[in-house]
């Protein structure tokens, strides 16, 4: 059995320790190193959000389990992702309004998904003491956002925008050991926006003239905003956007990410099919290979129909098959060198937004799914070590 | 809160004992209307917009903020409750600050943020983001699902945890709304065949309604301050003074009508008499100030263009002064329930606050202390003094 170290980590593989989380690569493989210099895989849960549980239906189960945030954060979150065999504490927004229709097609007619409106804050994370993930929303561009504002990446406002963010978030999370890195924006659209809009100096170029131009405008995204968190935060590892991996990535944004950021962080979801998810092995390890970075998958998920959410229909019929999908999804790419993490899509299944996640709209876990989940990510260290071994 | 003489411990007037309720409520009586504190005691509103740490984080003064306060937290409790209770203040009006120069704002104190100041407050709800001095505005179809949902999210996110906090004085909305008819009918199909008129009535009527739905399905007892409505040629942008329809529809579903107008009161006041007579409700002066020049501002700075001028004094001593007049005047008019002071803290950015980025408080903050230690005699000898003017005048 894998012995763990303080932050999940695999006690019995040690790196130098920096007293921070780094990126390693080491005999063709690339890990995560957490602060006491342990190997790390950032097996993550995203969209932890407490509205979820303020429903009608379900707020006297808040008020009986919990009754406020920080009882919440430790006896349900932390609880809960430790007994599952999750270490990090992902992106936290969670998806409450707005819908797709029956498929949901990146090029296709605009979505607009509300997101809720505030990420937990550096007291939460301190309440739950467990590796976490931060997000700048450096531009509000992402492809769910039906109403995205692609500001001038030159403009002096973007430089000033961009030292508010670190300087108001990245200053309260410099010295904490907890904190893995910075993620950017959430599926940023570099490939155009289904609403239409684009880049001040990108429109009505196509071709290779817009991705000549792609490469300077994402180049001095990515430089001002890396500049002005390093001013904050010399610190902590820059996990950079979390590309639309399911849209596609203009190979002119991965080589301009290239100097600024650490990780190459992506949403992939997968159909259950072995073919969708070979694809994304392939992908994964084209963009890698492109890059040159460790890869965390920053969100991937899957749903079936439910009491509260029928209309979420998809190739998985109930929640034991989702827990097979999720070990054959991941079970995809979890051997590959490059890969050091993967953050899971949804906790609590709420209405009106998502409409799933490992745990009931009544706040108890669907446990065909999880035990499935527990039992692979536990094992993963082991895994790790006989691959290295054999 | 610590009980100062004469105030109770919201704020309140203490010579004064109506009803309690347990919550912030208003009243009308024949002199006009006031707040009452959940304790029954008249209130004027004197609070403070725009509250940000990051105001003390820029490179020349981290060290300030390390050494002061060292946590959010601790700068909540520390510096800006410390600050504004010296300073006689009584309520945090929102804490959105203003952050680049393309009027990007700060987020809002979280609820938990908020509840834990152990101070009058009132949050405001991102409920739709259709601001006019914002560049990315958003339009949306207000008669659809998804909107209700949204709202729905935003009462869960902001009442769920507030609904029994005596603290929160109310709810207020959007900063300066655009009520852009064209932009609305781009989004919303059910308006083809209607008249402007008749499609603006029913957006702005199906808007409050939503909203004002949203909030009392998880929260019966607060009071709800709506919109910061717009006040006429405040703008480089030109006349921005709402459409009376959106004063008649909004009287159902609001208990205050938050006004956000940056001049002075004699300016403003012809036009707050009518809007206030439209939805019978009290006026919250919700957010405005007067400037001087500073270490950041000059005389001649752009900020001063477009009307702002109005708002322009010589020094720290004249502001202080020309905040008296203000209250004074505005609480002599019957209907106004109190005022937000614009900007707790300069930054780079807006450049004037009552203490500098390096948390040194302004000499205005003095007369301010001043007036506010006996706000509720002074407003009474204003409103008296007024009166035997008037007499002596009629005479």
Redesign the interface.
Known sequence: MTEFSAYGGDAGRRFPATGFFRVEQSAGRWFLVDPDGAAFVSIGMNHVDESNLKFPHNAAIWRDRYGDRDTWIRRGVVHDLRSWGFNTVGWTQEYISGGWGTALDWFGDPIDLGHSTAPWGAADFRTANMPYVLQLRVQEIEDWNGYPSFKDVYSDDFDVYCDYLARSICFDHADDPNLIGYFLVDIPAWLPHAAGDDFPQLKGLHGDARNQKLYDVASRYYETITRHIRRYDPNHLVLGDRYNGNKGIPEAVLRAMQPHVDVFSVQYFTEPTEASRQGMREDLARWHEITGKPVINADLGNWAPTELNPHRVSGLENQAERGEDYVAAIGAIVDEPWLVGWHWCGYVENVGGRGWGVKDPWDEPYDDLVSRMRDFNVAVHERGREQADG | MAERDGFDRYGGDLRTQLAATGFFRTEKSDSGWRLVTPEGHPFFIVGIAHV???AL???ES?DVYRERYG???SWISDCVVASLRGWGFNALAWTKQW????M?H???W?P?EYRGSGFPYIPHI?FLSFERWN??A?Y?DVFGT??E??C???A??WC??LADDPNLVGYAYTARPHWDIARFREVTPSLEGLDDHEALRRVVRRYYQVTHDAIR??DPDHLIFGDLVEGADTLPTGPSEPPPVVFTEMGEYVDVLSVNWYHPFDIMRESLDAWQRLCDKPVFLSDSAFVAPNDLLTRDDPLFEGGWEKLRVQDEKERGEAYVEMVEKAYASGYVVGWGWCSFMQN??RKYGLKSRFDEPYECTEIMQDFNSHLYANLDAAVSKRSHRTEGAAR
């Open positions: 940000d740490d990051s984080k820029y490179a981290i946590s959010r937290s952050v680049s120069p393309q990007r700060s987020p809002e979280t938990d991102d560049q990315q958003v949306k998804d909107f949902d949204w729905d999210y935003q869960r996110y769920a945890p399905r998880y780079k950015v």
